[in-house]
């Protein structure tokens, strides 16, 4: 299994998998998806400012339809206290993502280079 960052899941939405590193593509042909939920809060909010035009669940309905997309179901609790440890980022949504990815004992397929930096299992 293999978590997805909040651009790649746009990417899928809109068929721009060719946008996605040569590892990516691959994770996401061979391994089981999952996606954050705090994944669909950042999907939402970018659709509330109208630089997504299709509403969070939209984006995640279809891709569950399409690609077996699960929403990850670990304890936002459980996530929290892995995200309390990433001090190398202010912004909540990586630190969460990040955590839950973590707390999955799961890759992450993310452009992000500060995420890189600070996860060795983050995949593009």
């Known amino acids: 299994m293999i ?3 909040t651009h790649v899941l746009v990417h899928l939405y809109f068929g721009d998998a060719g ?4 590892s990516a593509r691959r994770a996401v042909e ?9 994944v669909i809060l950042e999907l939402e909010l970018l659709h ?3 630089r ?3 509403s969070a669940a939209t984006v995640v309905s279809d891709l569950e339809r399409d690609l ?7 304890p936002f609790r459980t996530i929290v206290e892995y995200a309390v440890k990433e001090a190398w ?3 909540p949504f990586d630190r969460l993502i990040v955590a839950n990815a973590k707390a999955g004992a799961a890759q992450l397929i993310t452009v992000d280079e500060n ?3 600070h996860f060795s299992r983050a995949v593009w």
């Open 3 to 5: 978590y997805l960052d």
């Open 19 to 22: 946008k996605l590193g040569s």
């Open 30 to 38: 061979k391994q089981d998806l999952l996606v954050s939920a705090v």
């Open 48 to 50: 509330e400012i109208g």
């Open 52 to 54: 997504l035009r299709p």
């Open 68 to 74: 077996g997309l699960k929403v990850c179901d670990i």
């Open 89 to 91: 980022s202010r912004d």
């Open 115 to 117: 995420i890189h930096k």
